[in-house]
Every structure is written in C-alpha cells, then in structure tokens.
C-alpha cells in the first residue's frame, strides 16, 4: 500500500479531499500573495468586470452555460446557504438581481436543484416577466411557472431540461438516474427507481406537448443500448439535451459505463423533436461540451482515444466533421456563440496555481484571446466544483461566469466588452 492509500485508511476519503483542498488553497493564496496576482485578473482588452453578484452567508450562481439569464436589466440566479450540501436537506432560493440596484429578489424556491446545472432556470420564451424551473410536487419533479412577482401561473407534470423556443414542446429525462450516474448534474430528492436496470425499456428521453399536457417517450435506453451493448455489459444514461435555435432539433449525449472499469462511453445524438430521424453524429472520440453555432450546425469539444482534446463543428444535415485549429483550444471548456456573428467565449478547468480562463475567439483565428484568469478555490472540491460556465447577453456585450475566487463561496461576475 502506497502513502496515498494509507492516509485513505487513516483519514478517510471523504477527510482526505477535504485536507488536500486546504492545503492546496492557502498554497496558491500564497503564491498569489508573492507574486501580487490579483483573484481576478482582466487581461483583454476593452473588457471589464461590471458586476459581481454576491451575497454574504450564501452560493449566488446562475448553472449551466446553454441558458440565457439576462431579461431587461433583471438577470436570474439561485442563493443557496453557504453550508447546503444536497437538494434533500436544503431549498435553493430561485430569484434575480436588479442590475441597475444590485439587490437580489426572491422568487420561489425549489428542491430540485444541483451545483452544476443549477434547476434550469430561464425566462419563459413566450410570456414576459415569466420564469421556469424545475422543482418537486408531491411525488414527482416537475416544472414550475412564476411571474417575477412571486405568483405561480403553471405547472408542467415532468422536469424539463430543455425547451422549444414557442414553448409548445420540451425535453425530460430522468434526473434522478442521472444524479446517480453523474453527481452534479441531476437531482436526488427522489431514489432512483431505475438503479437495478443498466438499461431500462421505460425510461430515456420524453417528449412534453405543453398544449396538449401530456408526455410521451421518444427514445428508451433499452432502445439506445441495443446495437452497442447486446450483452449488458454498461450501464447506459442521458445527459446533456440542447434543442436548436430553431426549436426544430435537439442533441443529446447517449453515456454508457462500464461498472467494473474506470471511465465512460459517448455517443453524440440529434434528433428532430418529434421524435424523427434519430442519427448518431460523434460515436469513436468521446464528446464533452457542446453549443449551436446556428439551426444546422454545432461546435463540440472531444476527447480522443489518446487522449488528445480538441474542438470541431458538425453539420446536422450530413455529419461532416470539422476540426478547429485555434491556438488555445487544446483543451476541454465550455464553448457558446452569439447567433448571428462570429464572436465565440469558452473556459478552461483549474490549471497551474488553480486559475480558470476565459477566452474569447472567432473561427478565423489563429489563437484564442484570453479575457480574463480567475481563481478558482481548490476547497471547493468534487460535486461543488465551480466551472466558469460562460455565457453571452446583450448580443455578446456581457459574459457572466460563476466564480468561486473570493470567501469559499460562489459569485456571478458579468464582464462588459467594448463591441
């Protein structure tokens, strides 16, 4: 037994992350303090931090990077006690901050949250001054409608991780199979009636008609596992469904694990929303992350059989693949694209002295523009860990990130640019 393996058994695993992270933070801090590096350090030109969206006692983050929260000044978020661990023990706070006074106003609040993608939070596409959120009734997740004065207006009987901009139709998974499966992304207020089945023929992707009011299962996991795992070998998930500006398709990451063996298959889907024309894009290099360049086209980030990352671009139409030859894109982030222009954000994971950047580039550059380097804290670990999630409002004017660079906890910083 190693010296790693024999502090596991003194300390515990659990004990042992949480002392590595401290010694590792006040390391950095230390090194921050030597070399006069600012936490956050803005280092693009005509870029600056406008706001920082913070609370005292509480996580202030908006969730995952795919989602628009920027509505007339008004920019959504959840506040989660400082000290929240799960989505059992603790209501998330569902609200928005003024920008113009800086002051948080709540909403709702909602159990059926998590620290990567937050309750998927969004204004309604088609009613002004409406939010969605998924959230619990009764026995059941759901999503539930608020206007911004507190009053619920509606209720959709399952949990929608994504939507058709008429918001006629929306996509629902089973969020506590992918809690599970992948701790951060899903929820776990409920048990997983799936857990005994690698691949269930009752569960997978669904289907919600919004004029209508019901549900219907578009692709089983049964279904999805049948041509690459005939014998039951892996355990087969869902994760990750965008639907096209256009509302006319959606991707979908079909994952698939082996449980006696480290790490995870992909397969990179896209479907037209009712459920037609199901094709496989991406089935040899694993994909990670993922945006619409337009109604026909994605960027995707990919990791090979060796290792390497890299960035390309599909066409949903043919799946041509492209890769992106850009200096700076060699490793895994969070790409997002303003519609319309060439203007393209992504981030990088903790590197060196746990710094996270914030890039921006076009598909005509040689090398990506670092915006901004941001610290981000090494105590914050596991479930908790904060990515920067960029995403893009004011037609590319504003980037907000969630941070986590100051007082153990998670703030939104929104930059400005000179566009």
């Not at 990352?309 to 043919?318: E, R, S």
């Not at 914050?380 to 893009?392: F, Q």
Request: proline letters at 3%; charged letters at 25%; aromatic letters at 12%.
């Amino acid at each position: 037994m190693g010296i790693k393996g024999a502090l596991k058994n003194i300390f515990g695993e659990t004990r042992l992350s949480a002392m590595k992270g401290v010694v590792c933070h006040y390391g950095c801090k230390a090194d921050m303090m030597f070399k006069h590096t600012p936490a956050l350090n803005v280092t693009g030109n005509g870029v600056k931090a406008k706001y920082v969206l913070e609370a005292d006692g509480y996580h202030v983050y908006r969730g995952y990077y795919d989602l628009n929260y920027l509505d007339d000044g008004r920019f959504l978020c959840h506040r989660l006690p400082v000290d929240a661990i799960d989505n059992r023990k603790t209501k998330c706070e569902i609200g928005f901050y003024d920008l113009e006074e800086l002051i948080f106003h709540k909403v709702a609040d909602t159990n059926a949250w998590c620290w990567q993608q937050g309750s998927r939070l969004r204004w309604h596409p088609t009613e002004k001054n409406r939010i969605l959120f998924n959230s619990v009734d009764r026995d059941h997740y759901c999503t539930k409608i608020f206007d911004i004065d507190g009053n619920q207006t509606g209720i959709i009987d399952r949990p929608l991780y994504d939507i058709t901009p008429d918001f006629k139709f929306g996509i629902s998974l089973n969020c506590s199979r992918l809690q599970r499966m992948r701790p951060g992304y899903g929820y776990n207020y409920f048990d997983d009636v799936t857990k005994d089945a690698r691949a269930p023929e009752d569960d997978g992707l669904f289907l919600t008609d919004h004029q209508k009011k019901e549900s219907r299962l578009l692709y089983s996991l049964k279904n999805l596992a049948a041509s690459i795992d005939p014998e039951g070998k892996y355990v087969h998930y869902l994760n990750h469904v965008s639907m096209a500006p256009d509302g006319e398709h959606f991707i979908f990451f079909h994952i698939y694990v082996d449980p006696n063996a480290k790490g995870w298959k992909t397969i990179l889907y896209v479907s037209a929303t009712q459920g037609q024309e199901l094709k496989a894009l991406e089935e040899t290099d694993r994909v990670s992350h993922y945006c619409w360049m337009d109604n026909e086209s994605l960027m995707v980030t990919c990791v090979s059989g060796t290792g390497e990352t890299y960035y390309c671009t599909f066409k949903i139409t043919n799946g041509e693949k492209k890769k992106i030859n850009i200096d700076g894109l060699n490793t895994d982030g969070h790409p997002r694209r303003v519609c319309g222009t060439d203007f393209c954000v992504t981030d990088t994971y903790p590197f060196g002295k746990s710094r996270q950047k914030l890039m921006s580039f076009s598909l005509n550059d040689e090398k990506a523009t670092t915006l901004a380097c941001i610290y981000h804290d090494y105590r914050l670990r596991g479930e908790k860990r904060c990515d920067l999630h960029p995403s893009i409002a004011d037609g590319g004017k504003l980037v907000s990130v969630d941070t986590t660079y100051q007082k153990k906890r998670r703030s939104i910083v929104i930059f400005e640019r000179s566009i």
